[in-house]
Antibody, heavy 120, light 110 residues
Framework: EVQLVESGGGLVQPGGSLRLSCAAS????????MHWVRQATGKGLEWVSA???????YYPGSVKGRFTISRENAKNSLYLQMNSLRAGDTAVYYC??????????????WGQGTLVTVSS | SSELTQDPAVSVALGQTVRITCQGD??????ASWYQQKPGQAPVLVIY???NRPSGIPDRFSGSSSGNTASLTITGAQAEDEADYYC?????????????FGGGTKLTVL
């Protein structure tokens, strides 16, 4: 059974840092691209970052230069290092697995999310 | 701003058919995937590719695409279909790791 379990969320002051983790199980982690997606309370889903199987990374402009996605295949783990946090980064952060076939890619598994609150 | 545009809210009478749309330039080249999200829960994939349903998703859910618009249709909506629905696809770069979500559509079943 595929499982994704996020951890590391919590309360952090503006300007602070936080590292999120996502523990993966039930599949060959190294063979899949992985993403972080966040959702502020009452708002929609927002893509935060992606990492390919080769370690290539991608970010939207809203977090580029502040967030760093990484993976440790030996530990079946995905990470998100978040620096220079702002109130607008307050959200539930989900890790999600991407499955691609024939050029079609989609998020087939999601974690339950971890809440990050940026407040003084 | 999102590169995929959805109507913020749609309603449907119980048992009737509803279509939820998603517009964006990238949809001319790439399929959208659709996710259902109920309060307090993680999103769940309901449609991907041309018109594919994951195991466990009822066949009343279907997908289609034309031009720059992708659509999710629920034929015979049930009370349990009341949820937020999000489309997702590649962004204008076309890289499969650069993605974007629509703003979401809140579906109310009357």
């Amino acid at each position: 059974e595929v499982q994704l379990v996020e951890s590391g969320g919590g309360l952090v002051q503006p300007g602070g840092s936080l590292r999120l983790s996502c523990a993966a199980s039930g599949f060959t982690f190294s063979s899949y691209d992985m993403h972080w997606v966040r959702q502020a309370t009452g708002k929609g889903l927002e893509w935060v970052s992606a990492i390919g199987t080769a370690g290539d990374t991608y970010y939207p402009g809203s977090v580029k230069g502040r967030f760093t996605i990484s993976r440790e295949n030996a530990k079946n783990s995905l990470y998100l290092q978040m620096n220079s946090l702002r109130a607008g980064d307050t959200a539930v952060y989900y890790c999600a697995r991407v499955y691609c076939t024939g050029g079609v890619c989609y998020f087939d598994y999601w974690g339950q999310g971890t809440l990050v609150t940026v407040s003084s | 701003s999102s590169e995929l545009t959805q109507d913020p809210a749609v309603s449907v009478a119980l048992g009737q058919t509803v279509r939820i749309t998603c517009q964006g330039d990238s949809l001319r080249s790439y399929y959208a995937s659709w996710y259902q999200q109920k309060p307090g829960q993680a999103p769940v994939l309901v449609i991907y590719g041309k018109n594919n349903r994951p195991s466990g998703i009822p066949d009343r859910f279907s997908g289609s695409s034309s031009g720059n618009t992708a659509s999710l249709t629920i034929t015979g909506a049930q009370a349990e279909d009341e949820a937020d629905y999000y489309c997702n696809s590649r962004d204008s770069s076309g890289n499969h790791l650069n993605v974007v979500f629509g703003g979401g559509t809140k579906l109310t079943v009357l």
